[in-house]
């Protein structure tokens, strides 16, 4: 399956990316932990079956000394002992919120109260949004068929200068 369209030599798509790169920078200098940043992004990644951001997120929580383990484990969090009770009222909110369609409720109010239990509001503002604004770079990705693989740590960043 090859690329359907190059979004980075688009220039209507690379304007686009800047924007979307800069929200994407708000939530990054947010109060929330980095590592549940990319964990939550490659957990949601994993659910829509983007190898673009699959790829992205664990190289870039990989160069910021994320464990091997831990990564490997994202996909079976509940089956596994390395994420603390945060993250893992995170990784909920992210499965939750990425499967919409699946869940007639949506985000449950159990992993709401545990997301309130473990987050300030700024914490949980930035979360809502990552959790949004991945599962938009998930859709972009897939439509247009951008494969993982390639991706080395801090290349998307270069990729919108």
Same mark, same amino acid.
């Given at each position: 399956?090859?690329?359907? /369209?190059?979004? /980075?030599?688009?220039?209507?798509?690379?304007?686009?990316?800047? &924007?979307?790169?800069?929200?994407?920078?708000?939530?990054?200098?947010?109060?929330?932990?980095? #590592?549940?940043? +990319?964990?939550?992004? @490659?957990?949601?990644?994993?659910?829509?079956?983007?190898?673009?951001?699959?790829?992205? !997120?664990?190289? +870039?929580?990989?160069?910021?000394?994320?464990?091997?383990? &831990?990564? !490997? @484990?994202?996909?079976?969090?509940?089956?596994?002992? =390395? /994420?603390?009770?945060?993250?893992?009222?995170?990784?909920?909110?992210?499965?939750?919120?990425? &499967?919409?369609?699946?869940?007639?409720? $949506?985000?449950?109010? +159990?992993?709401?109260?545990?997301?309130?239990? !473990?987050?300030?509001?700024?914490?949980?503002?930035?979360? =809502?949004?990552?959790? #949004?604004?991945?599962?938009?770079?998930? &859709? @972009?990705?897939?439509?247009?068929?951008?494969?993982? $693989?390639?991706?080395?740590?801090?290349?998307?960043?270069?990729?919108?200068?």
């Amino acid at each position: 399956m090859d690329t359907r /369209f190059d979004l /980075f030599s688009n220039e209507l798509a690379t304007r686009f990316a800047k &924007r979307f790169a800069n929200a994407g920078m708000v939530i990054h200098q947010s109060p929330l932990p980095k #590592a549940t940043q +990319e964990l939550v992004s @490659l957990r949601a990644s994993q659910i829509n079956g983007c190898g673009w951001c699959i790829d992205m !997120h664990t190289e +870039e929580a990989a160069a910021a000394g994320e464990s091997q383990v &831990r990564l !490997h @484990l994202v996909a079976a969090w509940r089956e596994s002992t =390395v /994420f603390t009770e945060a993250e893992r009222a995170a990784l909920a909110l992210a499965e939750e919120g990425s &499967r919409l369609a699946d869940a007639h409720q $949506g985000v449950s109010d +159990e992993t709401w109260a545990q997301v309130r239990k !473990h987050y300030d509001d700024d914490q949980i503002a930035a979360l =809502v949004c990552l959790v #949004a604004l991945i599962n938009a770079a998930n &859709r @972009l990705a897939v439509i247009v068929h951008q494969r993982g $693989g390639a991706y080395q740590p801090g290349m998307f960043a270069a990729a919108l200068d």
